[in-house]
């Protein structure tokens, strides 16, 4: 069974403050994924890796850093977090190489900035 | 930028009634179209898939149709029950690239 596991499940930072959520998978699976889940806006990424050791930008990256130091774990960082960065995030797995298609999703992390 | 459009944006049916959720899409590189279910306080999960080089999917009572000529998809959800009441959203991929873009989703309650 395919799983990936985010912490924490929720998350109160303040405005200034840095913010670290972390995901881990034992899929063995080399692609993993940052999104963003808004009401209105649906999963935006903001960072994707293919492998330990890399990190792309994905399509609103501003604002985050992400961190793939091994297979399995793929972090997303918040520098200085904001009330904007106020949302859901999910962290995701998928298949080997670019033919990537089944996206296996974490339970989310619930993150509320003051 | 957009490239994932899904409508309508919440759908009420009852129950035994067939839902029908749309998708359109702009990038004509786009090869993979996955739909993805999501309940509410978990992550979403894989309901079905379609390649651009069929026209219809079928899965049970879950039935995708695909039209590449006007870049549009459906979702048909026959005799519908309360179990599928949930977010369904419309994905897309080009599978020469890693980026997998979501529509914003469409919110299907059903009625029992």
């Known amino acids: 069974e395919a799983a990936v596991t985010q912490s924490p499940r929720n998350k109160v930072a303040v405005t200034g403050g840095k913010v670290t959520l972390s995901c881990n998978q034992t899929?063995?699976?080399?692609?993993m994924y940052w999104y963003r889940q808004d009401t209105g806006h649906g999963l935006r990424l903001i960072h994707y890796?293919?492998?330990?050791?890399?990190?792309e930008k994905g399509d609103i990256p501003d604002g985050y850093k992400a961190s793939r130091p091994s297979q399995e774990n793929f972090s997303l960082i918040l520098e200085l977090a904001t009330p904007s960065q106020t949302s859901v995030y999910f962290c995701a797995s998928g298949d080997d190489g670019v033919s990537a298609e089944t996206l296996y999703f974490g339970s989310g992390t619930r993150l509320t900035v003051l | 930028q957009q490239q994932v459009r899904q409508s309508p944006q919440s759908l009420t049916v009852w129950e035994g009634e067939t839902a029908i959720l749309n998708c359109s899409y702009e990038?004509?590189?786009?090869?993979?179209f996955p739909w993805y279910q999501q309940f509410p306080g978990e992550g979403p999960a894989l309901l079905i898939s379609i390649r651009s080089v069929s026209d219809k999917k079928e899965d049970g009572r879950f039935t995708i149709f695909f039209n590449k000529r006007e870049k549009k998809l459906s979702l048909h959800i026959t005799d519908s029950q309360p179990g599928d009441s949930a977010t369904y959203f419309c994905?897309?991929?080009?599978?020469?690239?890693?980026?997998?873009?979501f529509g914003k989703g469409t919110h299907l309650h059903v009625l029992p």
């Open positions: 990038d004509s590189t786009f090869n993979y």
């Open positions: 899929n063995n699976h080399n692609n």
């Open positions: 994905a897309a991929k080009d599978t020469n690239a890693y980026k997998v873009i």
């Open positions: 890796s293919y492998g330990a050791g890399s990190t």
